[in-house]
């Protein structure tokens, strides 16, 4: 192989690399949108009588989703799509961050660095008003016929 068909090959492999992280940091502000949208659409769908806010295992998913979170930052663990974005980047010889994708962006958005017990805090109490949510706007059961109120 000549050198220009390494050079190129080396290239592609960094580009693909690019592509995957930036997949995963798509993916990632997918499940942070779900997590925060997610509560707003809930307390909206309530005073707007949105039945779809009402499925059980959206709910369901909802919660494990923010309940992930925080046993991530009350384990100090960094939460695996950063981890995976990291490594890629790293891998396409790109820049990478150091610590939380939330503390990251935070900072990089708002300039402002806090210590990860402010975070732990800020997810635990979105996680106590995702787990109010099941009470104030009370799921269906998971037995119930599928039927629209008339």
């Known amino acids: ?31 942070v949108a ?9 307390f909206i769908g309530k005073i707007a009588s949105w039945y779809w806010v009402l499925n059980p295992w959206f709910r369901l998913l909802h919660l494990v ?28 010889g790109d820049a990478y961050y150091a610590g939380s ?5 935070v900072e990089e958005l708002l300039y402002y660095n806090a210590p990860p017990w402010v ?3 800020l997810y635990s109490l979105f996680g106590l008003l995702v787990l109010l949510s ?3 706007v009370r799921p269906r059961s998971f037995n119930r016929q599928l039927r629209r109120p008339v």
């Open 134 to 136: 099941w009470f104030w």
């Open 1 to 31: 192989m000549d050198k220009q068909a390494v050079i190129a090959s080396a290239i592609e492999s960094n580009v693909a690399y690019l592509i995957a992280a930036d997949m995963m940091l798509f993916m990632h502000l997918l499940f």
């Open 119 to 121: 975070f732990m805090v």
């Open 34 to 42: 779900f997590v925060i949208a997610g509560l707003v659409f809930v």
């Open 65 to 92: 989703a923010i309940a992930v979170v925080v046993l991530q930052s009350w384990l100090g663990v960094i939460c695996p799509l950063t981890i995976w974005e990291m490594q890629l980047r790293e891998k396409a």
């Open 101 to 105: 994708f939330i503390a990251h962006w």
